[in-house]
């Protein structure tokens, strides 16, 4: 869900607080509406709507298209709302976590004919201090994608165990020096600020890492951010249900931007594209192991070096695409 944030439309965030432009550049959108191009009307969801910079294309390559967005983040929602309200019918924002999926869509008596995840962090919040998502900047640790929700960053590392945090820092972003930074994250609480934490995390990694590449406090944000936001875990339920009510022919396309990210996506659309029987090699077999997408790529494809040069952000970017199978094709 990277993008970037400069134009001149903005969007109100929080009573008392200054407000940001909202703006959202889609990552590898000549990529995404390349894969949609061929279904021409019916029912669209974009899982992770941001800004609406997906969505508004999608909407505007074919004029018979109906788009559901769905979006946590209650700004991303109003923004959305705003930039699309031209639209009119054709477009529906709900505020809703993306693996609640199955509800959204089951309440719309269309088939769906296309689907869209863009996972991951946006810019907009990375770029807005006071939400806490980045190093960048001085503010509470926060990183909720919902600020309603109960759980925040001050709580993953002020409550968290060592082992706890160790293990999420290895899991949610491959963090070579995990056990390091958690031990000195326990050592040093309570922590209040992000820079705080990132100044913490520099001086915990060896000076060698300190010196080459980003910021060494990147990662364990990343981890954190994943851990607040329940991200990784929603993305098989969420990926499985929107398969299941694609219309034959249907497409899904899915923009990941780590590895933790894609291996789910990856795990989920092979195992739809081959068939898989969970039952016991010592009874028949009852279970529907049937593919039932074909992948449009076998390969990841990347975004181009065009591209990451217009948004850095984007380099990290994978792209996925399947479609589902008609009866005849199984």
Known sequence: MTEQTDDPGSLRIGEGK?????KHVPVMLGEVLEAFESLEEGLFVDATVGGGGHAQA??????????????????????????LHNFGERIKVVQARFDQIARVLDSDDRELTGALFDLGVSSHQLDTPYRGFSHRHDAPLDMRMDPN?????????NSYT???LAWL???????RFARRIAKS???QRPISSTTELAELVRESVPAPARRTGKHPARRTFQAIRIAVNDELEQIELALKQTIERLRPGGRIVVLSYHSGEDKIVKQVLREAADGVCECPSTLPCICDSEPNVKLLRRKVVRPTAEEIEANPRAASARFRAAERLSVSEL
């Open 162 to 164: 060592e082992d706890e």
């Open 169 to 175: 820092l290895r899991t949610n972003a491959d963090e």
């Open 149 to 157: 929700e109960d759980l925040n960053a001050s709580i993953v590392v």
């Open 18 to 22: 200054a407000f940001r432009p909202y």
């Open 185 to 187: 994250i326990v050592a």
């Open 58 to 83: 999608l909407l505007e390559q074919r004029p018979n298209r109906f788009l559901i967005g769905l979006d946590r983040d209650p700004n991303a929602v109003q923004a959305t709302k705003e930039r």
